[in-house]
C-alpha cells in the first residue's frame, strides 16, 4: 500500500479518499470500505456510483465516516457530511457533493453547501469540501463560491488529475480534480481495446478493469487549524512498484 509511506512523508493527520468505484469500477461495498478504512483513510466520500451496490445502503447508515454527497434530495440513505478529531482536539469536517451539469438533476450543490457550513462552523472552521462533477465550470464555480468558507474544495470524478491547484484569495486550496487511483495503462481506469472498439464501431460493449501501471494521485493541503486558512496545496503522483 502507498498509503502508508505517503502519510509518513508529509506528516498526514488525516487522509480523505473517494472511492465510489472501488468495487470493480462501479460502486463500494462494505468489505471495501472496512479494507480501505483499516489502510489508513479516515473518510470515505463517494459520488453518482454510490448506489450501484445495495449492500452499501446499511453501511452508510451505520458509519458515520463514509458519506454519500449532501446534495441528494431528503430520505436519501446516509449523511452528506462528518466531523472527525485530529490530534490536541482539533475538528475536521468533511462535506461531499454532487455536480448537476450533465448529471443527475439533484439539489443545488451551492445552496446545500453553504447551508451545511452554516452549521458546521459552530464546531470547526476546518471544512474540506469534495465536488464531485463532471463539468470543470461547475468545480471552479463552486471554488470561487466557498473561497474563504471552505479550507479546501477537492475536485473529483473526471478521473484525470489537473494541474490548476492553487489557494484562492481567501484563503481556500482548490484543484479541479485530484485525480485517479488505479491503472493508467487503461482510458481512465477501463481496458483501453473495449473504449477504442466502442468509439470506433460504437457498438455496445461490457468494459472490463485494466490492470497495469497503478498510480495514486491525490493532494495534500496545509492549513492553519484555528482559522481553517488553507497555506499551500501540492499534488500527489506515486507509481506502485
Known amino acids: 500500500m502507498l498509503v502508508p509511506g505517503i502519510v509518513k512523508k508529509n ?10 468505484n472501488a468495487a470493480g469500477g462501479s460502486g463500494i461495498t462494505p468489505a471495501i470500505a472496512n479494507e ?18 445495495k449492500e452499501i445502503v446499511d453501511t452508510l447508515e451505520k458509519e458515520r465516516n463514509l458519506l454519500r454527497p449532501l446534495n441528494y434530495p431528503k430520505g436519501a440513505p446516509g ?3 462528518t466531523i472527525i478529531e485530529l490530534r490536541g482536539g482539533i475538528k475536521l469536517c468533511v462535506i461531499n457533493l454532487i455536480g448537476r451539469v450533465f448529471m443527475q438533476p439533484v439539489e443545488c450543490p451551492f445552496r446545500a453547501c453553504r447551508e451545511e457550513i452554516d452549521k458546521v462552523s459552530r464546531y470547526t472552521h476546518n471544512i474540506f469540501v469534495d465536488v464531485h462533477a463532471e463539468a470543470t465550470s461547475e468545480k471552479i464555480a463552486l471554488g470561487w463560491y466557498l473561497d474563504g468558507m471552505a479550507t479546501a474544495v477537492m475536485g473529483t470524478h473526471t478521473h484525470v488529475q489537473t494541474a490548476d ?9 482548490y484543484i479541479t480534480d485530484v485525480g485517479m487511483t488505479g491503472p493508467f495503462d487503461s482510458v481512465i481506469g477501463r481496458k483501453k481495446e473495449q473504449i477504442l472498439t466502442r468509439f470506433i464501431t460504437q457498438m455496445p460493449a461490457r ?5 497495469d501501471d497503478i498510480w495514486l494521485n491525490g493532494a495534500v493541503i496545509d492549513f492553519d487549524e484555528s482559522s ?14
Do not use: C
Not at 11 to 20: C, F, G, K, W, Y
Not at 38 to 53: A, F, M, N, P, Y
Not at 165 to 173: C, I, M, Q, S
Open 79 to 81: 449523511s452528506g457530511s
Open 207 to 211: 468494459f472490463q478493469m485494466a490492470e
Open 228 to 241: 481553517g486558512k488553507a497555506k499551500r496545496i501540492a499534488r500527489i503522483q506515486e507509481r506502485y512498484m
Open 36 to 53: 480501505l478504512f483499516e489502510s489508513g483513510i479516515h473518510i470515505i466520500t463517494s459520488g453518482d456510483h454510490i448506489w450501484k451496490r
Open 11 to 20: 506528516n498526514i493527520q488525516t487522509v480523505v479518499a473517494n472511492a465510489e
Open 165 to 173: 491547484e492553487k489557494v484562492l484569495p481567501e484563503g481556500t486550496a
